[in-house]
């Protein structure tokens, strides 16, 4: 079993920036997918940015140029840089990661991290 610790959230002012982190309570060789996912209160969990194991990655339209994913495959954990943040990026943030093993799909979610922007 995996656990992901998501941290970084909190309340941050229009314009301000936050870090989140998300590390994987043990060792995984090789994981295919990392992400992060967010959910707004009455709206689908949504991704915002993913990274794949060679190191490509995918942003949401709406945060693109302003959010930067990254990962260390040695620490099993993933980043989500979120610069010039606005009120809409408010949400609870999950990171999510799965790869295969065996033929089969293994697939972990966080607990949540919640981001407010506000003034």
């Known amino acids: 079993q995996v656990q992901l610790v998501e941290s970084g959230g909190g309340l941050v002012q229009p314009g301000g920036s936050l870090r989140l982190s998300c590390a994987a309570s043990?060792?995984?060789?090789?994981?295919?997918?990392m992400g992060w996912y967010r959910q707004a209160p009455g709206k689908e969990r949504e991704l915002v940015a993913g990274?794949?194991?060679?190191?490509?990655?995918n942003y949401a339209d709406s945060v693109k140029g302003r959010f930067t994913i990254s990962r260390d495959n040695a620490k099993v954990t993933v980043y989500l840089q979120m610069n010039s943040l606005k009120a809409e990026d408010t949400a609870a943030y999950f990171c999510?990661?799965?790869?295969?093993?065996?033929?089969?799909?293994?697939?972990?979610w966080g607990q949540g991290t919640q981001v407010t922007v506000s003034s």
């Open positions: 990274i794949t194991s060679s190191g490509g990655s």
């Open positions: 043990r060792s995984i060789f090789s994981v295919d997918f």
């Open positions: 999510n990661l799965w790869f295969w093993r065996g033929g089969s799909k293994y697939e972990y």
